[in-house]
């Protein structure tokens, strides 16, 4: 596949993902709203809502460089905490950023992390979520990592 058509397929996913999110709107809205609609639109909104959503899961497989066979390179990395916590977010970036983008990176960052964090006594930190975006013209992955540090002891 090339890379234009992968390009494409990520920019569709990211419409899909939008519509998906106005679609679900709107069915809850209707919904609670207890308003009378038909049982055959109650169900077409229903089966929108359900193939926008499996369209959803699928498209991350799309939005990964690296089945483009091109480098990517790490270009920002952000490491946040909710609730705040000190750390050394900068020795992160140094380490990592424009560092070539694997399928591993994240996972290696998110260990390193999650070590430091249990060194400075928050045990029980956890990964919450990741966001990735791919920009395929400058061949660029800009990375964001959301953490729960949990209790220190």
């Not at 140094?94 to 996972?107: D, M, P």
Request: net charge positive; charged share 20%; aromatic share 14%.
């Amino acid at each position: 596949m090339n890379s234009h058509l992968k390009q494409n397929l990520a920019e569709l996913a990211g419409v899909f993902s939008a519509l998906r999110l106005w679609v679900n709107a709107i069915y809850c809205a209707l919904t609670s709203w207890n308003s009378q609609i038909s049982l055959r639109d109650h169900l077409s909104l229903h089966a929108l809502r359900s193939s926008l959503y499996v369209i959803f899961l699928v498209s991350p497989i799309f939005a990964q460089p690296q089945a483009t066979g091109e480098r990517f390179f790490l270009e920002k990395l952000d490491i946040k905490f909710e609730p705040k916590v000190r750390f050394p977010v900068k020795k992160y970036r140094t380490q990592y950023v424009n560092r070539i983008y694997q399928a591993g990176l994240l996972k290696e960052i998110s260990a390193g992390v999650l070590a430091e964090l249990k060194d400075q006594g928050y045990y029980f930190a956890r990964l919450d979520s990741q966001a990735v975006k791919v920009d395929s013209t400058f061949r660029a992955v800009q990375a964001t990592l959301f953490f729960q540090p949990g209790k220190p002891l």
